[in-house]
């Protein structure tokens, strides 16, 4: 099996900043590209921001210029850095894995449990 744990959300004021964690373990042998989406109530998820294996990013205007993702491929891990918090990125944030099981040749998508992230004051 493959287990994508995230970490890092919580409660910010607007203006604040969070870091999002998500790392891929288990049965996983290869990740090609990994991304962050959201969902807030009443709201389709939406895609935030994708990075593929080489670097390559892309992220929605909503947030550009404020979030930014990043990855560490030796530990199969993606982050999204945000700051500049609105009460309007209040949602939960789920991350998205495009990769390969071992022993397998097809490459599948993997969402994580998602992590609340509330912008209040």
């Known amino acids: 099996q493959v287990q994508l744990v995230e970490s890092g959300g919580g409660l910010v004021q607007p203006g604040g900043s969070l870091r999002l964690s998500c790392a891929a373990s288990g049965s996983i042998f290869s990740i090609s590209t990994m991304g962050w989406y959201r969902q807030a109530p009443g709201k389709q998820r939406e895609l935030v921001a994708t990075?593929?294996?080489?670097?390559?990013?892309n992220t929605a205007d909503s947030v550009k210029g404020r979030f930014t993702i990043s990855r560490d491929n030796a530990k199969n891990t993606v982050y999204l850095q945000m700051n500049s918090l609105k009460p309007e990125d209040t949602a939960a944030y789920y991350c998205?894995?495009?990769?390969?099981?071992?022993?397998?040749?097809?490459?599948?998508?993997?969402w994580g449990q998602g992590t609340q992230v509330t912008v209040s004051s």
């Open positions: 990075i593929a294996s080489g670097g390559l990013t």
């Open positions: 998205n894995v495009l990769g390969r099981r071992i022993g397998s040749s097809e490459y599948t998508y993997y």
